[in-house]
């Protein structure tokens, strides 16, 4: 069956950087998309922008330039989101999902910026 | 950007309650809309797309419509494990989700 798997949490201290990734099984993984998304304490979903998997073209939200990477390795069927300088704002589950809707999401990265 | 504007953020209801909730699309999105359920400490998981197409696994008491700008979820007899928040998400434009509305049962 399909399903994404996401890396564990993570602690990191503000201006630190993190990697958090997503292993996808059960389908052919250059076939879509993949969306990068966050949810803060309490708050709602936002999307930070996707990465072609077939082309590894990213593209990003208004917002999330700059300090957000998106990259893939296709011979693990895995996508990766790297954000540097974190913030305090950072603290967030971070999810990835397909572009196809009707696959389940990852099961979420709780990242935590604290000093 | 597609700005989603959904409504009420909170909805208290009886069992068995047949209850909606409204989402407003900032453009024309077509008929490009989700909704999702999440459960504390879940990923969302998605009951209706195209504005109207249930997901399968899901109960048919919950329905979708609209399309354009306007759209609704409707569960037309409340349960106890609907307890959840709910949202909408357009995906005709990038993706863009409205704010989310937490129901409760009286």
């Known amino acids: 069956q399909v399903q994404l798997v996401q890396s564990g949490s993570e602690l990191k201290m503000p201006g630190a950087s993190v990697k958090v990734s997503c292993r996808a099984s059960?389908?052919?993984?250059?076939?879509?998309?993949m969306n990068w998304l966050r949810q803060a304490p309490g708050q709602g979903l936002e999307c930070l922008g996707y990465?072609?998997?077939?082309?590894?073209?990213?593209t990003f939200a208004q917002g999330f330039t700059g300090r957000f990477v998106f990259s893939m390795d296709t011979s693990v069927s895995t996508a990766y989101l790297q954000i540097s300088s974190l913030k305090a704002e950072d603290t967030a589950i971070y999810y990835c999902?397909?572009?196809?809707?009707?696959?389940?999401w990852g099961q979420g990265t709780l990242v935590t910026v604290s000093s | 950007d597609i700005q989603m504007t959904q409504s009420p953020s909170t909805l208290s209801a009886s069992v068995g309650d047949r209850v909606s909730i409204t989402c407003r699309a900032s453009?024309?999105?077509?008929?490009?809309l989700a909704w999702y359920q999440q459960k504390p400490g879940k990923a969302p998981k998605l009951l209706i797309y195209?504005?109207?197409f249930l997901e399968s696994g899901v109960p048919s008491r919950f329905s979708g419509s609209g399309s354009g700008t306007e759209f609704t979820l409707t569960i037309s007899s409340l349960q106890p494990d609907d307890l959840a928040t709910y949202y909408c998400?357009?995906?005709?434009?990038?993706?863009?989700f409205g704010q989310g509305t937490k129901v409760e049962i009286k």
């Open positions: 999902a397909t572009r196809d809707l009707r696959k389940p």
């Open positions: 059960g389908y052919d993984f250059t076939t879509y998309a």
């Open positions: 990465i072609n998997t077939n082309t590894g073209r990213p």
């Open positions: 453009q024309n999105i077509s008929a490009w």
């Open positions: 195209r504005a109207s």
């Open positions: 998400q357009q995906y005709n434009s990038y993706w863009t």
